[in-house]
């Protein structure tokens, strides 16, 4: 969440139209043609960058501009600052077609990182990633002490390495492992030299002191990420960023490629991978270049987590001991799948290392990469992989579902390694209720990233319970808020919205009478019962206005649909009859959130008819359930779209067509449900406390009842003296409070072609009771089909009900 002055200025940014643009990028162009480029030079490049980024539009600059933009990164004297911020507008701006900056004759290597970046952010156009990596490797393969330094330049050579893997030729990959080799391994153990200091500053003081350990020792094995000292050298430089590009290069320098896994590592050769070890590592330096670059790597991540022991003096080295754990656990994933031999090598430390941070709260990012680990390798390496998940799974969830960061990360962890859970997706899809506490508290970040994992967690088994669990996730988000309000150890800063009380919540959320719905709600993983928490709705209704829980009902009706589009893919007969009960039932049992009920009847009306098209056999065997519903409707208006979905599939799949067990009792049955609701439906008149009945109601129960009059011919009269009042109701002067004119003349047309169709059954039960073989219609390969003149017969027929109907 920004501040009030962020806020601000964020609005502003995208409020500024293309007019105030274009003359504030005429005020910068005469700003950069100047001589002295100078504060105001540099606030309004601030200003200029904050505008174009501030919105997901892409916004349009004068070519001038632009132009000016691009020489003022490419003048050798100019200041740093300036030459940063051109380069973050020229990124902003791409891709762009009148970009037009020149590679090769660039000579600063500050200057070249940032004309690289600025490049790779155009695409690959013309190969231009292939020119700017060949160009890094020209600089790279300069030996001299003098020329340009190297540090600025690696990660553009990692960018490239992973937009465009074929770019290095065989002797270039060589040469860069080795230079590798030598950053990693051999970096000084001593600071590096301060600059020049003053007159009276003595030589014994400006003499560089040793590197230190992050608890202040004094380092006596070799350089790494987690060394500390007062200035660095060239060297200590590219080995920080040597480790940072270590893992992708790994990965795009592996024996077979990007990401290649070495499968062969079966039981038969544990014993000759266990007594190569030490020769491998006594032969180091005998090694290709290759195999030489993955032991160092191996020795640097071990020496990492060595590190990771001793205790920090600064906040600062404390987290970044963490985050290089994660890396060094990452790169010893990849090395071990490259080659076996490594594996054997880490289980001993790494499993000491689950083992000393399973239970710090601190640590809990290091356990996602230690889990993938053990997933990778558990089977051969003999670690239950089981209780490694088991404990990631039910206890991170529920401690840390406020971290953002780790939210995330927890979920493209779940995401990213679903080929690796084969063995214990059952343990993945029982955890759900943990993983929603993540997206409950984080939903509009997370959305997109369960759209993509919620299909691997549906499940016929926990279907009904995952579905329940989503129409009640803003209920979930509350429920969290109040579980932090209610910890007896609050953060520094609350996470909850201050400006939001709520103490009427707080007392249910303590009330030992509610502790069980509470409980349920808060689950760690599925019960595999069903509780209903109609009871919570209201209570926690006060905060249906947190901003938070709005969010979070903004997101459901799009998990909804993904939720539904998966599950039908595993569904059986009686599992759909569940689902299709679960939407009728929970139409009246939603969480009080502005608009969330409007949301998800749209959806759940959709999905209903897509369960129904489903198995059409669904309206028959639920025929006592539907007609319940339909006699049991509170609220009518707010839900019209379900109403209106469940009227039409009445119509549409009641039916022998569909099912043979329907019976005319059934049909009678339905109709009268039908309509009495059509009565109640025309009879009520709108309040302020009783809006009217949607037009599209009125029309598809008259449909539906057309539908099975044709069924059942008996019902044929009744349903003609039923459309005939309410053509003449819809054509009342009195009947215009009820709706609008549009609304009013929809339903007398419906009324109208209705009943013309009545007058000939015959082809009234031809056009609403097709056959199964038009169910399937071949009409556009078939010439001699009647369908085109019946429908033609049929339409002038409705066109000349006026010749047709009497008065």
Known sequence: ????????????????????????????????????????????????????????????????????????????????????????????????????????HTQNSRQLSLVASVLLAQGDRNEEVRAVGQGVLRALESRQPEGPSFRHLLPVMAKVVVLSPGTLQEDQTTLLSKRLVDWLRYASLQQGFPHSGSFFSTPRARQPGPITEVDGAVATDFFTVLSTGHRFTEDQWLNVQGFSMLRAWLLHSGPEGPGALDTDDGSEQEGSMLSVISATSSAGRLLPPRERLREVAFEYCQRLIEQSNRRALRKGDSDLQKACLVEAVLVLDVLCRQDPSFLYRSLSCLKALHGRLQGDPASVRVLLPLARFFLSHGEVAAVDSEAVCRHLFTRIPSEQFHSPMLAFEFIQFCRDNLHLFAGHLS???????????????????????????????????????????????????????????????????????????????????????????????????????????????????????????????????????????????????????????????????????????????????????????????????????????????????????????????????????????????????????????LFEVTQCRPSATLPSCPPQVVTVLMTTLTKLASRSQDLIPRTSLLLSKMRNLAQSPDSSSTHSEEGMEAIRTRATELLTLLKMPSVAQFVFTPSVEMCSPRYHRDANTALPLALRTVSRLVEREAGLLPG
């Open 1 to 104: 969440m920004f501040s009030a002055g962020a806020e601000s200025l964020l609005h502003q940014a995208r409020e500024i139209q293309e007019e105030e643009l274009k003359k504030f990028c005429s005020r910068i162009s005469k700003l950069l043609q100047t001589e002295d480029l100078g504060p105001d030079t540099v606030d309004s490049l601030q200003r200029l960058f904050l505008i174009i980024s501030a919105t997901k539009y892409h916004r349009r600059l004068e070519k001038m501009c632009i132009d000016l933009l691009q020489a003022t990164l490419s003048l050798p004297a100019c200041p740093e600052q300036l030459q940063v911020l051109c380069t973050a507008i020229l990124r902003e701006m791409s891709p762009c077609d009148s970009l037009s900056l020149a590679w090769d």
């Open 427 to 677: 343990t993945l899809r029982l955890s759900f209720p943990n993983l929603f506490k993540f997206l409950a508290w984080n939903s509009p970040p997370l959305t997109s990233e369960f759209v993509e994992l919620l299909p691997a967690l549906a499940d016929a088994g926990t279907a009904l319970e995952m579905l329940h669990a989503l129409l009640d996730l803003p209920c979930l988000t509350a429920a969290l808020d109040l579980q932090l309000r209610s910890s007896p150890a609050p953060s520094e800063r609350p996470l909850w919205d201050t400006s939001l009380r709520v103490p009427s919540c707080l007392e249910a959320f303590r009330d030992p009478k509610f502790q069980g719905l509470f409980q349920y709600l808060l689950r760690p993983k599925a019960s595999g019962t069903i509780e209903r928490l109609a009871p919570l709705h209201q209570l926690l209704q006060p905060m249906a206005s947190c901003a938070r829980v709005a969010q979070c009902a903004e997101a459901v009706p799009t998990l909804l649909q993904v939720f539904f589009s998966a599950v039908t893919q595993v569904a059986d007969g009686a599992l759909t009859n569940q689902l299709a009960l679960l939407l009728l039932g929970r139409s009246d049992s939603l969480y009080p959130a502005p608009g969330y009920a409007a949301c998800v009847y749209r959806v759940l009306s959709s999905q209903f008819l897509a369960l129904c098209k489903l198995k059409p056999s669904l309206v028959v065997e639920l025929a006592r359930d539907l007609l319940e519903f339909l006699g049991s409707v509170n609220g009518l208006c707010s839900r019209a779209s379900l109403v209106t979905s469940v009227v039409w599939a009445i119509g549409e799949y009641l039916s022998v067509t569909y099912d043979r067990r329907c019976t005319v009792e059934q049909i009678n049955k339905f109709f009268e449900a039908l309509e009495a609701l």
